[in-house]
């Protein structure tokens, strides 16, 4: 459990965060960004379960705090607290988390960064898929209306375009642990449409595909902000610039 890789959301999220480790859930508990109604993927059964149903993993989030008792004793002070003091809220410790305080400017956490640039590889993932069943799809819409598996067959990327679009509906879904199979798909489009496009001698799809398979496989894998903004725009980019090419001839 310690080295689990861990998807969680909230019950009111339809979006999901991750991955994180035992411990790494914890600190986020500590912050409020967890509670005990919050659901994690349970990658055996597939579904969102509570983070109550697991006992051991309840135990690392929310450890059992064991109080303390101490003699009343008088203590005499010479600080005095100043006037303009103020308590500490769940709201202030995020800002201090995420570097927007005086004290904190540039001491971010980290793991709030890499949760960040892992949702913008989510979603550059999700407009990746979109774009590139588009670019798939579109120029054969009438084989795919026939329904005839022999004309699908015979034509591989209206195939791998209904593929593309069952994973980014997924992917709409939250489910994250489809980036393996992302990853194939990705590797799979580009020696498919690349073989395709270099026989055919085209060479402005060849390297929208290239650049489009590339940034849609770094979309998985990246989990800093710099690297997430490039794999997305070479996803979306290349995916798109494919979209365009076969839709405006």
Not at 91 to 107: F, P
Not at 142 to 165: E, Q
Request: aromatic residues 6%; proline residues 4%; hydrophobic residues 50%.
């Amino acid at each position: 459990m310690a080295t689990q890789e861990i998807y969680i959301r909230n019950a009111s999220e339809t979006e999901a965060r991750g991955p994180f480790s035992a411990e790494q859930v914890a600190d986020l508990a500590e912050t409020g960004q967890v509670t005990r109604d919050s659901m994690y993927y349970d990658a055996g059964t597939e579904q969102w379960v509570a983070l109550t149903t697991n006992p051991e993993l309840m135990a690392i989030v929310f450890p059992e705090k064991r109080k303390l008792t101490l003699k009343a004793k008088d203590i005499q002070t010479l600080n005095k607290p100043a006037d303009e003091s103020r308590s500490i809220n769940v709201s202030d410790m995020l800002a201090a988390a995420e570097g927007r305080t005086d004290d904190t400017s540039g001491k971010s956490d980290p793991r709030i960064a890499m949760a960040r640039a892992a949702r913008i590889g989510m979603i550059g993932a999700l407009v990746s898929l979109v774009a590139a069943a588009g670019a798939e799809i579109l120029p054969s819409t009438d084989t795919l209306l026939t329904m005839d598996p022999a004309k699908l067959l015979a034509n591989p990327l209206v195939v791998l375009g209904i593929v593309d679009i069952g994973l980014a509906i997924l992917v709409a879904l939250g489910m994250l642990t489809l980036y393996p199979l992302i990853r194939f798909r990705a590797a799979l489009g580009l020696g498919l449409m690349g073989f395709l496009f270099y026989v055919d001698g085209q060479t402005v799809p060849l390297l929208a595909a290239t650049v489009g398979s590339i940034g849609l496989y770094l979309c998985t894998i990246v989990v800093s902000l710099i690297p997430a903004l490039i794999a997305v725009a070479a996803g979306v980019g290349g995916m798109g610039m494919l979209a365009w090419h076969f839709i405006s001839r």
